[in-house]
């Protein structure tokens, strides 16, 4: 389908990975206003960002954040894994179109590892219960039905974009645009795997305009980097500067706006209420949790729709941590895209120093939420069962998977669970 290198980024790069926002564009400094006192619900990234800007700018800030840690869906499984290893629940890589994530990460001192295709290494597709280096895939899939609408694209960063005619891209999903170019079921089955298959609930679950646009962005990328020591990293070093200013396990319950100003009426876990006013309030809350607040005046009704409509897709990861990285004693990458249940699995330790080794299965949709509702023993066994599928002889894999597994479900009931196993 794509070159091998542009392949594996794509398959890895998802959206749900990009680091504040896909913007190539610095955001330019703005002039000092009258000082105001500003509430920032939400110490996600944006959150943390919003809050670095407006102190910046002369502002008095607040942020509430409901969890115990900043990031929100930055987040950097530590525990239980052993060497100091860990694993990548939320957000990985930063393109080197990445600029604003670039900037914080350089403010802060943090270093970007290069992500790199390994050409001595070999990367499978498992599909139709066959193993299928993707060197060995037929290739002229993508070039005769996704490149030429991705040469349509445009440049999504254009004040202009979308034209009339790209506009209506978003009337089909990317499966029926597909299936309008002459793809067959069977093509788009594969065309369906990989990177395609990681958004949303697979390809016919989001708009062809949506892909086109995040194609045309890939296309500005030239490297994907990691944050040497997880991602995590990054924002605790924005929380850090921030100090004082976060307030950790305060949850909003109720926002209200008047001519007075705002106020926030938060909740504790224990119980205890609060009330915090201030003369604005920038909200970077998840639609999923903005859902259950309550808002005084309403937001508008275009507004509400959104918040209401807007899906959210399952996102499932486990993570298996193994005596020693066994595929790569094999030649192997420790990557293969999959039509089976656990769908997705890398190596989650590739830029990671050690002989022990972790490997992530990643799914989404309904296999994530099936995925979610078996316990702790049922998600290992599942996953050791189709990794055992993908890469054939397993060595070792019942002895070394006991170590630990953190299994991680994004979406609108969102849990996380990590124990520790037998060694």
Same mark, same amino acid.
């Given at each position: 389908?794509?070159?091998?290198?542009?392949?594996?980024?794509?398959?890895?790069?998802?959206?749900?990975?990009?680091?504040?926002?896909?913007?190539?564009?610095?955001?330019?400094?703005?002039?000092?206003?009258?000082?105001?006192?500003?509430?920032?619900?939400?110490?996600?990234?944006?959150?943390?960002?919003?809050?670095?800007?407006?102190?910046?700018?002369?502002?008095?800030?607040t942020v509430i954040e409901a969890r115990t840690r900043p990031g929100g869906r930055v987040f950097t499984i530590r525990e239980p894994f052993a060497d100091g290893l860990y694993g990548e629940a939320g957000a990985v890589f930063v393109s080197d179109s990445h600029d604003l994530t670039i900037a914080y990460c350089k403010r802060f001192g943090l270093s970007l590892t290069p992500e790199q295709w390994n050409r001595d290494l070999t990367y499978y597709w498992y599909t139709g219960g066959r193993r299928v280096r993707i060197q060995d895939l037929p290739t002229g899939l993508g070039k005769k039905y996704v490149r030429p609408l991705e040469t349509t694209a445009g440049d999504p960063l254009s004040p202009s974009w979308?034209?009339?005619?790209?506009?209506?891209? $978003?009337?089909?999903?990317?499966?029926?645009?597909?299936?309008?170019?002459?793809?067959t079921e069977t093509e788009l089955h594969q065309l369906g795997m990989g990177y395609a298959g990681l958004l949303g609930e697979g390809i016919d679950s989001y708009s062809a305009l949506s892909w086109l646009r995040g194609a045309a962005l890939d296309a500005k990328a030239t490297a994907l980097y990691r944050i040497q020591g997880g991602t995590d990293r990054l924002p605790e070093a924005m929380a850090k500067a921030l100090s004082h200013r976060i307030r950790y396990g305060?949850?909003?319950?109720?926002?209200?706006? $008047?001519?007075?100003?705002?106020?926030?009426?938060?909740?504790?876990?224990?119980?205890?209420?609060?009330?915090?006013?201030? $003369?604005?309030?920038?909200?970077?809350?998840s639609f999923s949790v903005l859902r259950g607040i309550?808002?005084?005046?309403?937001?508008?009704?275009?507004?509400?729709?959104?918040?209401?409509?807007?899906?959210?897709?399952?996102?499932?990861?486990?993570?298996?941590q193994?005596?020693?990285?066994?595929?790569?004693?094999?030649?192997?990458?420790?990557s293969a895209s999959t039509d089976l249940p656990i769908q997705e699995i890398y190596d989650d330790t590739v830029t990671q120093a050690g002989q022990r080794g972790i490997l992530s299965s990643y799914c989404v949709g309904e296999r994530a939420r099936a995925m979610s509702k078996l316990d702790e023993p049922g998600r290992l066994s599942t996953t050791i069962r189709d990794m055992t599928r993908c890469t054939r002889e397993f060595r070792g894999t019942r002895r070394a998977a006991h170590r630990s597994i953190g299994t991680t479900i994004h979406g609108p009931e969102a849990t996380t669970a990590s124990s520790r196993l037998d060694s």
């Open positions: 389908m794509d070159s091998r290198r542009v392949f594996i980024q794509r398959l890895l790069a998802t959206s749900a990975f990009a680091l504040l926002s896909q913007s190539t564009r610095a955001q330019p400094k703005q002039p000092r206003s009258p000082r105001q006192k500003i509430i920032v619900p939400g110490a996600g990234v944006s959150g943390l960002a919003a809050a670095l800007d407006l102190i910046a700018s002369g502002h008095d800030v979308p034209t009339p005619q790209i506009a209506e891209y $978003d009337k089909l999903s990317w499966a029926a645009l597909l299936r309008k170019q002459g793809a305060v949850i909003a319950r109720r926002l209200e706006q $008047d001519r007075h100003g705002v106020r926030v009426y938060c909740q504790t876990p224990t119980g205890t209420s609060s009330r915090l006013t201030g $003369d604005r309030l920038v909200c970077t809350l309550e808002v005084e005046p309403a937001f508008s009704v275009g507004k509400q729709r959104a918040i209401a409509k807007l899906p959210y897709t399952s996102v499932a990861r486990v993570f298996v193994m005596r020693e990285r066994f595929w790569l004693t094999r030649k192997q990458a420790g």
